[in-house]
């Protein structure tokens, strides 16, 4: 049996991987988002709001339960939040929280429970952070975001470090940028954000326009091209555009 820990499930990229992780006949799928919009009979949902720290260890320490029959363990963090696009000096203090606590503090939490509770497992067990292109370079008014996915990628090559150092060679750690997708972050960046706010609008107008975004699905195709083919992919940092 395969088994996905999946947060954001509810929409957009997490929604796309829920959905093909159940396209394979031996797979449960076991999503943590605010709101549920997938069922299954191989689909369990666990409601939480994973901005909020407090609730996080409790919810996944009730769901990472010893799975004796697991041939393949994954979590992918997913969940993440852009926060305010704006420049420094008119960001609001509880969106720089919110930011760093949705990309960076709960995938921490997770990726800690998560390789506590399936240290000795002997599965195939393999943690993805969804990353972001923008953590390799800075983007006006996106600062929160460039800085928390540059957060999350060194969180990732941390973990697969220490792991390494454990002899723990049947547990990978990927932080993986999903490249530019057509999700409902996208849309709030064309029709919610000024140009003064965010230089690069513009652009990001012009990839609904032109067809360029990729689709959902798509994307999550490649996600589980790399899950299926772990031995191809021996860097933590990875593109699914290079795959």
Same mark, same amino acid.
């Given at each position: 049996?395969?088994?996905?820990?999946?947060?954001?499930? $509810?929409?957009?990229?997490?929604?796309?991987?829920?959905?093909?992780?159940?396209? =394979?006949? $031996?797979?449960?799928?076991?999503?943590?988002?605010?709101?549920?919009?997938?069922?299954?009979?191989?689909?369990?949902?666990?409601?939480v709001?994973? $901005?909020?720290? $407090?609730?996080?260890?409790? !919810?996944?320490?009730?769901?990472?339960?010893?799975?004796?029959?697991?041939?393949?363990?994954?979590?992918?963090?997913?969940a993440?939040?852009?926060?305010? /696009?704006?420049? +420094?000096?008119?960001?609001?203090?509880? @969106?720089?929280?919110?930011?760093?606590?949705?990309? /960076?503090?709960? #995938?921490?939490?997770?990726?800690?429970?998560?390789?506590?509770?399936?240290?000795?497992?002997?599965?195939?067990?393999?943690?993805?952070?969804? @990353?972001s292109? !923008?953590?390799?370079? #800075?983007?006006?008014?996106?600062?929160?975001?460039?800085? @928390?996915?540059?957060?999350?990628?060194?969180?990732?090559?941390?973990?697969?470090?220490?792991l390494?150092?454990?002899?723990?060679?049947?547990?990978?750690?990927?932080? /993986?940028? #999903?490249?530019?997708?057509?999700? =409902?972050?996208?849309?709030?960046?064309?029709?919610?954000?000024?140009?003064?706010?965010?230089?690069?609008?513009?652009?990001?107008?012009?990839?609904?326009?032109?067809?360029?975004l990729?689709?959902?699905?798509?994307?999550? =195709?490649?996600?589980?091209?790399?899950?299926?083919?772990?031995?191809? +992919?021996?860097? !933590?940092?990875?593109? /699914?555009?290079?795959?």
């Amino acid at each position: 049996m395969q088994y996905y820990f999946i947060t954001g499930t $509810s929409r957009g990229i997490g929604q796309a991987l829920a959905k093909q992780a159940l396209l =394979e006949e $031996s797979a449960k799928v076991i999503g943590f988002s605010r709101k549920q919009s997938i069922e299954h009979q191989r689909y369990t949902h666990h409601f939480v709001d994973l $901005s909020d720290v $407090s609730t996080i260890g409790k !919810v996944i320490d009730k769901t990472l339960v010893d799975l004796p029959d697991a041939e393949r363990i994954v979590l992918i963090n997913n969940a993440g939040t852009l926060g305010d /696009v704006k420049y +420094f000096g008119s960001i609001a203090d509880a @969106s720089i929280d919110q930011i760093f606590t949705l990309n /960076v503090t709960a #995938p921490a939490i997770l990726m800690n429970h998560f390789i506590r509770a399936y240290r000795s497992s002997s599965a195939e067990r393999i943690i993805i952070n969804v @990353s972001s292109g !923008v953590s390799e370079y #800075p983007v006006d008014g996106w600062s929160g975001y460039c800085a @928390s996915k540059a957060a999350l990628n060194m969180l990732s090559e941390v973990a697969a470090l220490e792991l390494e150092k454990q002899n723990m060679a049947n547990f990978r750690v990927y932080a /993986v940028a #999903p490249g530019i997708v057509d999700t =409902e972050m996208q849309t709030s960046i064309r029709e919610k954000t000024r140009e003064q706010d965010f230089s690069r609008l513009q652009k990001f107008k012009d990839y609904k326009e032109s067809g360029a975004l990729e689709n959902p699905a798509q994307t999550a =195709e490649k996600y589980f091209y790399l899950i299926n083919h772990p031995e191809q +992919f021996t860097d !933590v940092r990875q593109d /699914v555009r290079e795959f």
